[in-house]
DNA sequence: TATGAATGAGCCTTCATTCAT
DNA sequence: CATGAATGAAGGCTCATTCAT
């Protein structure tokens, strides 16, 4: 039944990813899922409950794993660095970064109370991981968290035609540089007027 | 008959922002542009040439105008200053910014060829101008005016449910610091060596 | 079209006559109809829509016609004569018959306040003629009118499974000596105590 | 398990009255009684098993209870007196009154020769209670017994919308009145023609 | 025995599109 | 030229019922 589940949560995906939220049917989802159509109800009550499932965990797998306790001298995270690391991972999963806009798009005029949330947690996780590693004011991160954000997402969008990862990951790399500056002066802003 | 075509594509455009591409049906365009459904089977032979149609003009108005014989002593305009006139004019238009991106991502599956040609063009635009008016090198623009067209579209996004324009605006400003200053740093990197 | 909407009423009786309103399902009545699925929601956007139709319909056609200006010597019609003519036209319209009972049930389901209507007109109709041709007071007619009109529907419902015509005529017969004769009692106490 | 079953009839009434015959789901019944789906097919092999128990059990309660035997001098009930008594049962037990008359008509459409039974057994027990009590043939009570069931459900349907108990308890007394008033004629008839 | 899981069949409705006028 | 009328195809969803456990 949880398997059940997470079977059409894959499928939809792959659907999405294909035919758009428009053209993600439940009978090409439990096709692609290799299910009865009547089963997806049967886990689903609504379509849209599938969908805004998909959307969450899309969220939540975008989320970069929190590493405390994970012991070592590794180089510290930045901003620029959670960027390059969502963006490997959207290119990695292509199916994902696609519907995950696409379900964006469908939810915000679904339920635009919901469909933000994603968003926020992704931004709150960012800045508790960079305050609580480097033990600095919250504030420090906010603006630079924020504009990664956007980049990621306008770089999807056009990595959507190109399809050219290295020259996603080009000019992933290049806003990384921009955000982790604008920390860096912030930085030094914050020790010379604490 | 082509006022008609232009009652639709307005139509259109407005029941693109409210209901999505997906909600985009023939009837409800009809019924915003006050036609008779039939009528736009008229226009438009396939409810896909209007969409095509909408998408292209989008594009366009996006693009600057060309200034060349406007004589005077205007401060020169930049990757930033387009980045922030683009932005400003979403936002003055925002069932067109909406309409765009679902209309972006619609034509992208339809027709993956024709999708990104409304950025090129705009991007074309963008670097032509900037290379004529300060007569430098086309390479010196390239990198930073794609970049800003990514954060274009990432700020859009995130307007969508911020629907904040002054913060729109205010990282809008940020993004064209940092695009300007990279041109900056390529021109000087140029001077020293040509 | 309005032609299509007959046909679409008539196969309505027919198909709830046969299958009650649970099994009266849009392609049954447009198969009856000889028409495609689809052009029952065009004529009738909803369902629901042609069973409201159908239930008015029949109410309609159970009211007596107006006999003003029929001149002539007839005998003077009592709420008696009223019940069995209706009882006639029921019998002679055995599908109007049952699926007006049926629509009446559904209906008040659905919409309990529309539901009573055509027997409060059908009752109104009948006071109201007798009120006129007899030149006599309303309140005169009332609880007779009630009574026989419950009666009919009594009546119908026996039918439904005896499918006797004569004997159905019978009682209704003597339910209408039974109302004609309340009348006339209440004529009498009217003429001793006006 | 015998148990279960009266709670799934139980549920069954109320599930019909407040939807229908054609709302009267399985999942409706089950979840009104509280039981996992499956148990309904489980006690009843169909659907239509229970619907049948349900109408036939609901045709037993509205029988009057053989009083032979409670001694006394009561006064002697007559048909008028059983209708009275039927109509204040129903009215004391709505959901039975509504699932009734939905019942019978989707009886009559299933099985038209299951359908009349309840009446008949109603009718005959009356007939019967009424020949013995009374000493008289048999003859005296048909007419008036099946004039006073027609009666009664006439008047069930109007309650329907009306819901006005007492008007309805007003109306039964008439129609009462007057199929006693039928019987008493009976009776001289065959006292002056035996 | 009792029930969670599963499903084939069918329902109502909407859509883009065509066609006759 | 313009449009009311019409429709095949498909969509989301629910239902009664079965079955494995």
């Given amino acids: 039944m949880e398997q059940r589940k997470d079977e059409f949560v894959e499928a939809a ?3 999405i990813a294909e035919h758009g939220v428009r053209g993600a049917t439940t009978r090409r989802i439990a096709e692609a899922a290799g299910a009865p159509l009547a089963s997806l109800h049967y886990c689903f009550n609504r379509k849209e409950d599938l969908f805004v499932e998909v ?3 899309i969220g939540v797998l975008l989320v970069p794993a929190d590493q405390t306790g994970t012991a070592g001298t590794r180089s510290p995270r930045t901003v620029g660095t959670f960027l390059c690391s969502a963006m490997d991972w959207l290119l990695a999963n292509e199916n994902y970064a696609i519907a995950q806009v ?3 798009l469908w939810l915000l005029r679904k339920d635009p109370d919901k469909a933000p949330r994603p968003y926020e947690i992704l931004a709150d996780t960012w800045i508790r991981l960079l305050t609580q590693e480097q033990d600095e004011p919250r504030e420090l991160f906010v603006e630079a968290t924020w504009l990664a954000i956007s980049a990621m997402d306008g770089l999807t ?3 959507f035609y190109q399809r050219d990862d290295e020259r ?3 000019y992933a790399r290049i806003h990384a540089d921009f955000v982790d500056r ?5 930085r030094k802003a914050l020790v010379r007027s604490p």
């Fill in 13 to 15: 995906v792959a659907v």
């Fill in 55 to 57: 959307f969450t965990r």
């Fill in 102 to 104: 696409d379900l964006y």
């Fill in 157 to 159: 969008l056009q990595w």
């Fill in 168 to 170: 996603t990951r080009h």
């Fill in 182 to 186: 604008l920390v860096e002066q912030g």
